[in-house]
């Protein structure tokens, strides 16, 4: 069983479309996170919630909106869609402040 | 806040060769610095973790380093090979009270030439 799995593993649309990525984790955690993967690999983190409880809000866009509907689900939604917004979008868990365990990402592609 | 700085961005190193990448750290109130392996198409592992109290922690071929008062730590790969090939990130994590939030590196690409 996947333990952090996120879908899609792909998405290719248009500037200005609204698109979700959804994730789910198995392993019990109460905490779950969306990090951003740049082109050059880098890192960073946008949201965290803890049981359901958004905790971290970094400077991101409000075309950004994560939604968690329980503790072991936390999808994304960005609306009107840039070029800038191409990246790998990671999912990840942790029991409280602990190991990160990251989903396989989603790779957005916006043309 | 906390500010990781990780050298170099890429490692070319022979297969059996060692390979060291190292992370320096601004905030002297982190407490906990993890290494996270990220392999192509895949998201990143941890590898190894050490906090505040410990100096050294090994794990088979691989040990971390760290030196709190030049507040700097280090990843040291032994008899390197070609799985060891991946992306490899530091991250510091400060006091839960700024926020619980981990700090990554900018990574290092390290490539093991059989």
């Known amino acids: 069983d996947t333990a952090v799995s996120q879908t899609p593993k792909y998405l290719v649309t248009q500037m200005g479309n609204d698109k979700s990525i959804k994730c789910e984790q198995n392993?019990?955690?109460?905490?779950m996170y969306w990090y951003k993967q740049d082109s050059k690999k880098f890192l960073k983190i946008m949201f965290s919630y803890n049981n359901k409880e958004l905790i971290i809000n970094e400077t991101v866009p409000n075309r950004f909106s994560p939604k968690s509907p329980d503790k072991a689900h936390l999808n994304l939604h960005i609306n009107s869609l840039e070029l800038g917004d191409s990246a790998v979008y990671f999912c990840a868990s942790s029991l409280g402040i602990g190991e990160l365990f990251f989903g396989e990402g989603s790779r957005l592609t916006v043309l | 806040g906390e500010n990781v700085e990780q050298h170099p961005s890429t490692l070319s190193v022979q297969e059996g060769d060692s390979a060291v990448i190292k992370c320096t750290y601004s905030?002297?109130?982190?407490?906990?610095f993890p290494w996270y392996k990220q392999e192509l198409g895949k998201g990143p592992q941890l590898i190894i973790d050490?906090?505040?109290?410990?100096g050294e922690k090994k794990d088979q071929r691989i040990a971390v380093t760290l030196n709190k008062t030049a507040k700097h730590f280090s990843l040291h790969i032994t008899e390197t090979q070609p799985e060891d090939s991946a992306v490899y990130f530091c991250?510091?994590?400060?006091?839960?009270?700024?926020?619980?939030?981990?700090?990554f590196g900018q990574g290092t690409e390290l490539s093991v030439k059989p």
């Open positions: 991250a510091a994590l400060p006091p839960y009270n700024q926020g619980g939030k981990l700090i």
């Open positions: 905030d002297s109130a982190s407490n906990y």
């Open positions: 392993l019990g955690h109460d905490t």
């Open positions: 050490i906090r505040s109290n410990v």
